[in-house]
């Protein structure tokens, strides 16, 4: 069990670039969610995959976000046209479906110049 | 609207001590709540959890107490250690399909020697 990794670890853009970010669960879990993480709030959900359907965006997840799980592995997650509001931790976490707890990664700092 | 809350941003203790962390929800819909740790540039660590069913789980230095009429719920920690030092995350699940998590914004716990 090797954890959940996410790379990268930090990405500085300038506004108005796109960012992909990856994220490898542990490799048993078909469970991947996406959280978002800003300066002195707890994580916010943004989305999740069973397998490789995304079942659920949260209303957080605008039209420049897209999630993908191709083949029910690894993630990414991308931003379009990124806005300084999009400076955050992105952080990933993963489980076996009805399964708690949730077991995150370290996440990807972004920071929008 | 917060759906859990973590009034206190921050506890002090002294090492040897008793740390107490609160958490109070307000969606009658959650059945199942954790606690997570989380280190600087790290990702949420899970600490322990307890169910709807139960108002105490203990697991080791840490126990969970859960009054579902009140819609609260505590983390004590004995003894506290100074590598207890972390922010603490109370989370809660509605369960369902999706298992997501709500989170609260986190206690700040510094534990002094």
């Known amino acids: 069990d090797t954890g959940v990794s996410q790379n990268p670890r930090h990405k500085i853009t300038k506004r108005g670039q796109n960012v992909t970010f990856r994220c490898d669960p542990i490799s048993e879990h078909n469970r991947l969610y996406w959280y978002r993480q800003t300066l002195g709030q707890g994580p916010e959900f943004l989305t999740y995959?069973?397998?490789?359907?995304?079942?659920?965006k949260s209303r957080l997840l605008s039209d420049r976000f897209s999630a993908e799980r191709p083949k029910g592995s690894f993630s990414t997650l991308e931003i379009q046209r990124t806005e300084q509001g999009d400076s955050a931790m992105y952080l990933c976490?993963?489980?076996?479906?009805?399964?708690?707890?949730?077991?995150f990664g370290n996440g990807t700092r972004l920071t929008v110049t | 609207d917060q759906q859990v809350k973590q009034n206190s941003p921050s506890l002090s203790v002294q090492e040897g001590r008793i740390s107490i962390l609160n958490c109070d929800y307000t969606?009658?819909?959650?059945?199942?709540f954790l606690w997570y740790k989380k280190y600087p540039a790290e990702g949420p660590t899970f600490l322990i959890s307890i169910s709807s069913i139960k108002d105490k789980n203990e697991d080791g230095r840490f126990t969970v107490f859960l009054n579902k009429s009140a819609k609260h719920l505590s983390l004590h920690i004995v003894p506290s250690q100074p590598g207890d030092s972390a922010v603490y995350f109370c989370?809660?699940?509605?369960?369902?399909?999706?298992?997501?998590?709500?989170f609260g914004k986190g206690t700040l716990l510094t534990v002094n020697p």
């Open positions: 976490a993963s489980s076996l479906a009805d399964i708690l707890p949730l077991h």
């Open positions: 995959f069973q397998n490789e359907a995304q079942l659920e």
């Open positions: 989370a809660a699940s509605s369960g369902g399909s999706n298992y997501k998590l709500t």
């Open positions: 969606n009658s819909m959650f059945d199942y």
